[in-house]
């Protein structure tokens, strides 16, 4: 009869409502956690974010270099052993009337003859570059407060079609171009190869080198600029689940370019007849280079939270990362050049400005009428120089009297009062 009783249960020690409070308390303390290290956590010095990037750029350099001559030792090693054979190349008939006058022109020959020695050569300032690029850079903000187009532009890339769904419509609060301008300096030539690799850095620069196909020179300046160039943006944030719209945070952001400065590296890369390419000019940013931001953020409506640090580190993450994947080495920018022989569409200036400046209809009749009061008023001076002309030969060669030449008379400069008398 004892064993049919059923044994007693152990009661749990923690109650339903012990359970929840634990479970509130937990989410809290974590909330906490992230509210403290990771929202208001203080952020590293610049100083030690930027060794940390260019570290991390650096390596990727040199792993990108270090892949480039792995590949290069394995096409050799092809090469050697026969396993590559290239097609041989068909001789075209070229003309006879347009005669080469030296052979094709290497790198060698091209720093020979514009006597430019890469390994003594002094670095040069670009001070006459720096006025040209000021006085473009300043034309640029004079238009910009003028017209509204990079305003507009602007408006438009922010909210193209790139722009997710929880951000709503991007406005532009603040744009300053800056007062400042760029400044390049140190700039020299040095010879790399196809892959824009320097030949032999700190050895004397050897020409047989730089006779393989596809090498090129390359200007490197340092280029240094100290300013403030601020785009400011408000936005919403906008949560739509569980349904659309449950919930809105205004967001203000506002970044500012305080400094940078780097290494620019131009080369030309010439044409190819055969494949219709045209002459690319390519520039690039050496991985040593400096990027400070000033970054402003304001959160929400009411309660309002001021310069979170992890958002002006997300932030500025994202633009160094933008700014890397399209003009720092291993990547370039590449522009394709226009043809420089001078064009009959291409010539600006003479009276083409003058009939610009004046509307059509009558204005094609004044700039006739100018044209014709100008030919007058050079033919009227062409007419008194000749007059001119005339009457100082005229005084040049004045006429003799009859009897300066008399049987009885003075002769011409004699002195008065004293007659010659010749007999006849």
Not at 35 to 53: N, T, W, Y
Not at 108 to 121: A, E, F, N, R
Request: aromatic residues 6%.
């Amino acid at each position: 009869m004892a064993q049919d009783v059923c044994p007693a249960r152990p009661e749990p020690t923690l109650s339903f409502t012990s359970g929840l409070i634990l479970g509130q308390l937990s989410v809290v303390l974590v909330l906490a956690v992230f509210i403290k290290f990771f929202i208001f956590g203080d952020p590293a010095s610049p100083e030690v974010r930027a060794a940390l990037r260019a570290t991390e750029r650096r390596s990727r350099t040199l792993a990108h270099k270090k892949s480039l001559l792995s590949l290069r030792s394995s096409n050799a090693e092809n090469t050697t052993t026969g396993g590559t054979r290239q097609a041989p190349a068909l001789n075209k008939k070229k003309s006879s009337i347009l005669r080469p006058s030296q052979p094709t022109l290497t790198i060698g020959s091209i720093l020979s003859k514009t006597y430019y020695k890469v390994d003594s050569h002094q670095p040069e300032s670009l001070d006459w570059f720096n006025v040209l690029v000021a006085q473009t850079i300043a034309q640029f903000r004079s238009d910009a407060q003028h017209d509204d187009a990079i305003l507009t532009s602007l408006t438009k890339v922010l909210n193209g079609t790139s722009r997710p769904d929880f951000i709503d419509e991007i406005r532009v609060t603040e744009l300053s171009l800056g007062e400042d301008f760029p400044i390049f300096s140190n700039c020299r030539i040095i010879p790399v190869d196809e892959d824009g690799l320097a030949f032999g850095p700190g050895q004397a620069f050897d020409a047989s080198k730089a006779t393989r196909e596809g090498a090129r020179l390359q200007a490197r300046m340092d280029v240094d600029l100290s300013d403030m160039i601020t785009l400011a943006v408000e936005t919403k944030l906008l949560l739509n689940y569980p349904k659309k719209l449950s919930a809105v945070l205004p967001v203000a952001l506002a970044v500012s370019v305080v400094r940078f400065s780097g290494t620019l590296s131009i080369s030309f890369i010439p044409s190819h007849s055969a494949e219709k390419i045209p002459t690319r000019m390519t520039f690039t940013f050496l991985d040593d280079y400096r990027l400070d931001f000033s970054i402003r953020s304001l959160l929400g409506s009411r309660s309002r939270l001021q310069d979170v640090p992890k958002i002006a580190q997300l932030v500025e993450s994202r633009l160094h990362q933008w700014f890397d994947e399209r003009c720092v080495e291993p990547r370039f920018q590449e522009i394709a050049l226009p043809s420089m022989w001078p064009r009959k569409k291409n010539t600006r200036g003479g009276d083409e400005i003058i009939e610009q400046s004046i509307s059509k209809g009558k204005g094609v009749d004044i700039a006739r009428d100018l044209r014709a009061e100008a030919r007058k008023e050079v033919e009227a001076e062409a007419d008194a120089r000749a007059e001119r002309a005339q009457d100082s030969l005229r005084y040049r060669r004045r006429p003799i009297p009859e009897d300066a030449f008399s049987v009885s008379g003075s002769m011409p400069g004699s002195m008065p009062g004293m007659n010659i008398d010749m007999p006849t």
